[in-house]
């Protein structure tokens, strides 16, 4: 019931934008470029200086980046078998590659790992913020139907005008520069970054609303769906099997592993014309799919007999 009730107002959310898109017909894309250029640097600024840097960051950041980039791998093989086009292939990354371990995530953790949990769900939010703010933006800017045949450069010119990217950074460097910020002010990037999360909820809901049956690419949502709830947590296991962390941090790396795929994704698929029927129909199945995946997950980590 709890897990239950955690995901309650996120498919609320959907729902509210689904029906606000059938009524009055937003401009979706003018919506996403606001939430992705205003509201999201904010919440990256604000993300970055907010948690302080430890230790455990560097095995993290580790786990985070070869656990994306392992999956990243699977994608290029499998569009390659498939001969799927650059922008499949890109989309595919966006739709299975980030897990959506912040507002969906970190609320599961806490409910099931307590308080101390919910610090290392902090911990992993950060750095997968990151790693989705560049990679991600990366291989929507590649996959862009505008940019097909384009160089490397200029794909990597546009990932680094992505104020996202920016926000970051800054709060980064604001962080380790011990630069302090009156209240007022932590404040006001607080309300603005912390609104970007319901916009970005309404919006992919506003996306579904424009989807058809006859746009559902059945074999390509499978395998994203697949490669998200299956093998992104079994390359989990493999992953903390290695890394010299307590029980307890390892079980939560996995459970975040098997989180369905980020709403992010959404934003930035519909800003460079990634194939965002494809992404936001992976976002939104792979979390109605995850209220079945992830308590099974949930159900293996918690034994004391998965000696990882």
């Known amino acids: 019931m709890h897990f239950l009730m955690i995901l ?17 017909k937003f401009d979706i894309a003018g919506l996403s470029k606001m939430s992705l250029y205003i509201l999201s640097p904010f919440l990256a600024f604000k993300t970055f200086y907010s948690h302080q840097l430890t230790s455990a960051y560097a095995y993290y950041a580790f786990y985070v980046l070869i656990l994306c980039i392992g999956l990243i791998a699977l994608v290029y093989l499998w569009s390659k078998i498939c001969h799927y086009r650059n922008q499949d292939n890109c989309a595919l990354i966006l739709a299975s590659c980030f897990m959506n371990n912040g507002n969906y995530g970190t609320p599961v953790i806490l409910v099931f790992f307590g308080s101390a949990g919910f610090d290392i769900a902090v911990i992993l939010m950060v750095l997968q913020q990151f790693v989705m703010s560049t990679l991600g933006t990366y291989f929507a800017a590649k996959g862009s139907d505008n940019v097909e045949g384009i160089s490397q450069r200029t794909v990597l010119k546009k990932v680094l005008r992505m ?6 950074l800054l709060g980064l460097i604001f962080q380790i520069l011990h630069i302090p910020l009156s209240k007022e002010i932590l404040l006001a990037v607080g309300m603005i970054g912390d609104s970007s999360i319901p916009v970005i909820m309404l919006i992919l809901g506003m996306q579904l609303a424009t989807l058809h049956i006859k746009q559902i690419e059945l074999p390509k949502i499978s395998f994203a769906l697949i ?12 992953l903390v099997y290695f890394m010299p962390l307590d029980l307890m941090a390892k079980k939560i790396l996995i459970v975040l592993a098997a989180m369905p795929t980020a709403a992010n994704t959404t934003l930035m698929s519909v800003q460079f014309n990634t194939k965002p029927q494809l992404v936001s129909s992976a976002t939104f199945f792979s979390t109605v799919l995850s209220l079945i995946t992830l308590p099974i997950v949930l159900m293996l980590v918690q034994p004391p007999v998965m000696n990882l």
């Open 163 to 168: 104020p996202i990217v920016h926000g970051a």
């Open 227 to 238: 490669l998200r709830l299956i093998v992104s947590p079994l390359w989990a296991v493999l």
């Open 8 to 24: 309650l107002p996120v498919f609320g959310i959907f729902v509210t934008g689904f029906i606000g898109q059938k009524i009055l």
